[in-house]
């Protein structure tokens, strides 16, 4: 592993990875952290792309093996870079064993019902990554800043209280037990963007032609609703943050950055998970060597004839 990546899988434990909420603070959180990393953008790239061969090698096993799902959550405000994230760490995964699911304004069919349910019916497999571009903490963070969002779901009114929010934490880290005791490997990140640089992108997503489909003038009211929107990720993170489901807060603001660090995470965790290819009993592999001798006795031709040299 190139030093550059063994420093940041130091740093990654250290500073960016949260397994308990009880002294969590979205303010001790740099946007703009790159743990002092001082490299060009070749060197970036060079660096992502070992990220990425490594990432392959691993899902190989892990596809084979077929013991294990993965589970990868991305959350975000709007332009922090999600969509980019997919596309640069997850390149070099096999798509037979990858899924991403984007979820956006619920159905009537999903708001009749319970909040996991439509994020339930998409999880991965197992031997397989699920990635959700948003997921169900949209229910405890969209929902939260707009309340009209929750009087849709037609709840029973005794349910809707004020610390329902607080009994959606407990559905949620309920369910990502649940999900490990199964044999699912749960990790989610917070692309963690500053106010400024989401400007900044917004402004680029106008004025430069090939990037005005990204725009959506909705942005503009969320971005109204900052404040609403940290402290309902402040708390949303310091609620369901677990050793067996951590989150992992990612300084969005340096997408070179960003990406390293979720591609060095995902590969730290499904080494930690060893997946090995199976292993054949002896009935398999005699039947095996069988197979073999009866290919290798029709010679090389097409008609079982040798090929001329």
């Excluded at 979820?103 to 994020?119: G, N």
């Excluded at 080494?271 to 009993?281: A, K, S, W």
């Amino acid at each position: 592993m190139p030093p550059e990546m063994t420093m940041l899988k130091d740093e990654l434990i250290k500073r960016f990875m949260v397994t308990n909420g009880e002294k969590f603070r979205l303010a001790d959180f740099d946007p703009g952290d790159t743990v002092g990393l001082d490299i060009d953008k070749e060197e970036a790239r060079e660096l992502l792309a070992a990220g990425t061969r490594r990432l392959h090698a691993l899902q190989e096993r892990l596809y084979a093996e077929g013991r294990w799902a993965v589970l990868i959550v991305l959350q975000a405000m709007d332009a922090a870079g999600k969509d980019g994230m997919i596309e640069h760490v997850m390149s070099g995964i096999n798509p037979q064993g990858c899924e991403v699911t984007s979820f956006k304004a619920p159905s009537i069919v999903e708001l009749r019902h319970d909040f996991l349910w439509r994020t339930t019916c998409a999880l991965p497999q197992r031997g397989h990554i699920g990635i959700f571009n948003r997921s169900y903490y949209e229910e405890v963070l969209v929902a939260r800043v707009h309340p009209e969002i929750l009087a849709k779901q037609n709840l029973p009114p005794s349910l809707v209280k004020e610390d329902i929010w607080k009994d959606r934490y407990d559905s949620i880290r309920d369910f990502e037990r649940h999900l490990a005791r199964n044999g699912t490997l749960v990790l989610k990140f917070f692309l963690h963007v500053s106010k400024g640089e989401q400007r900044r992108r917004l402004l680029e997503r106008i004025d430069e032609p090939a990037k005005n489909w990204k725009f959506d003038a909705g942005d503009l009211a969320e971005r109204k609703r900052w404040p609403d929107y940290m402290n309902a990720y402040e708390e949303a993170l310091a609620g369901t943050a677990t050793k067996h489901a951590p989150w992992y807060v990612v300084p969005a603001d340096n997408k070179w950055f960003s990406r390293l660090l979720v591609a060095t995470a995902i590969a730290d965790k499904l080494e930690e998970l060893d997946p090995q290819f199976p292993r054949l009993d002896e009935e398999a592999r005699a039947a095996m060597h069988r197979a073999r001798a009866e290919l290798a006795g029709e010679g090389n031709g097409a008609n079982g004839t040798k090929r001329k040299s």
